[in-house]
């Protein structure tokens, strides 16, 4: 048998794929619901990639009062570095979509993130402050010793905390024990 050359197509996986057959029992309203997430979370990341481009080489968006607009110019405006992984395993990493570290005018250090949320899923600080705690983590931080401003930007408004350092603490715990005990199963697996 000669088979079709789909070369193009290597890697990647069809909406309606055989590994995701779930899909077979859709109507139509959940079909459509499923698709239009898709298509939200690829125009997510596309967003994402825009946003970082423009931060990268300095150049600010209109300020027309949207979502993205508040998000590029704050990281500019802060001199924030954008899509930057904080890395503490190969178990434990994740990527902050703007992160700076600077002196302030008190002379304590500033840890700020921002985070860019385009979609409508339920959005957390939880995220937020993992990454705090994989930037102590990886860069040997006491989060004692510093401020950290959270910002997360989503549907036209920035919604801030400032999280007591015992909260990013408790993250910096955990992460070694965690990883340690995927070791251990991946040993127990010989993965």
């Given at each position: 048998?000669?088979?079709?050359?789909?070369?193009?197509?290597?890697?990647?996986?069809?909406?309606?794929?055989a590994?995701?057959?779930?899909?077979?029992r859709?109507?139509?309203?959940?079909?459509?619901?499923?698709y239009?997430?898709?298509?939200?979370?690829?125009?997510?990341?596309?967003?994402?990639?825009?946003?970082?481009?423009?931060?990268?080489?300095?150049?600010?968006l209109?300020?027309?009062?949207?979502?993205?607009?508040?998000?590029?110019?704050?990281?500019?405006?802060?001199?924030?570095?954008?899509?930057?992984?904080l890395?503490?395993?190969?178990?434990?990493?994740?990527?902050?979509?703007?992160?700076?570290?600077?002196?302030?005018?008190?002379?304590r250090?500033?840890?700020?993130?921002?985070?860019?949320?385009?979609?409508?899923?339920?959005?957390?600080?939880?995220?937020?402050?993992?990454?705090?705690?994989?930037?102590?983590?990886?860069?040997?931080?006491?989060?004692?010793?510093?401020?950290?401003?959270?910002?997360?930007?989503?549907d036209?408004?920035?919604?801030?905390?400032?999280?007591e350092?015992?909260?990013i603490?408790?993250?910096?715990?955990?992460?070694?024990?965690?990883?340690?005990?995927?070791?251990?199963?991946r040993?127990?697996?010989?993965?």
């Amino acid at each position: 048998m000669n088979f079709r050359d789909h070369s193009d197509f290597e890697g990647k996986h069809a909406f309606l794929g055989a590994s995701t057959y779930s899909w077979i029992r859709y109507d139509i309203d959940k079909l459509t619901s499923r698709y239009r997430n898709e298509a939200a979370k690829e125009r997510g990341t596309r967003l994402h990639a825009l946003a970082c481009e423009h931060i990268k080489l300095r150049i600010p968006l209109a300020e027309d009062g949207s979502t993205l607009s508040l998000y590029v110019n704050d990281a500019i405006s802060y001199k924030l570095t954008p899509e930057q992984i904080l890395f503490y395993s190969p178990n434990c990493f994740g990527t902050a979509d703007a992160i700076g570290y600077y002196p302030s005018e008190t002379g304590r250090y500033v840890l700020r993130i921002h985070d860019l949320k385009t979609g409508a899923t339920k959005c957390s600080m939880d995220q937020l402050r993992i990454y705090a705690a994989l930037f102590c983590l990886e860069y040997c931080v006491n989060p004692e010793d510093i401020d950290i401003v959270l910002r997360i930007y989503k549907d036209g408004e920035r919604i801030e905390l400032e999280p007591e350092p015992i909260e990013i603490r408790a993250i910096m715990d955990i992460i070694p024990v965690f990883d340690q005990r995927i070791e251990q199963i991946r040993q127990e697996a010989g993965l």
